[in-house]
């Protein structure tokens, strides 16, 4: 990937909410550009090194990142009322609620492996009760 793709990425307004003094824009492009470039990657920080691990795991887990993105793809929220509900790709937190948007960890999302009912949960929780209760 170019870096000026990466950078498209870590300038997002969705990752830009989840920022904080040890994790950052550039964590999201370093982290990504070793990914990409196959380099072995040291993170600085908990966040950077959890951001590193949880995409590589992903990445050598295809057939998984898939149980939880076609879900995902189909769920409705319309019903929630208002407030923005948006998914990305994260590091150590759950979520980050600010204003009328909850930024849900990606990775914190398991899918159903053993019953295959598509269904998806966070915390032992179906994951439109628990966007619902943390929408609040």
């Not at 204003?99 to 159903?112: E, R, S, V």
Request: aromatic share 12%.
């Amino acid at each position: 990937m170019g870096e000026q793709y990466l950078a498209s990425i870590s300038e997002n307004d969705g990752m830009k909410a989840t920022y904080s003094e040890d994790f950052d824009a550039e964590s999201v492009r370093k982290v990504l550009s070793a990914i990409s470039n196959r380099e072995p990657f040291k993170g600085r920080t908990k966040n950077e090194g959890r951001f590193w691990n949880n995409n590589m795991w992903m990445l050598e887990d295809m057939d998984y990142m898939n149980m939880v993105i076609d879900p995902l793809k189909k769920l409705s929220l319309e019903d929630l009322g208002d407030g923005e509900v948006i998914f990305l790709p994260l590091h150590l937190d759950l979520f980050y609620k600010k204003d009328n948007y909850i930024y849900i960890n990606f990775f914190m999302i398991k899918p159903d492996l053993y019953n295959e009912t598509g269904k998806l949960t966070i915390e032992d929780t179906e994951i439109k009760e628990w966007i619902k209760k943390k929408m609040g």
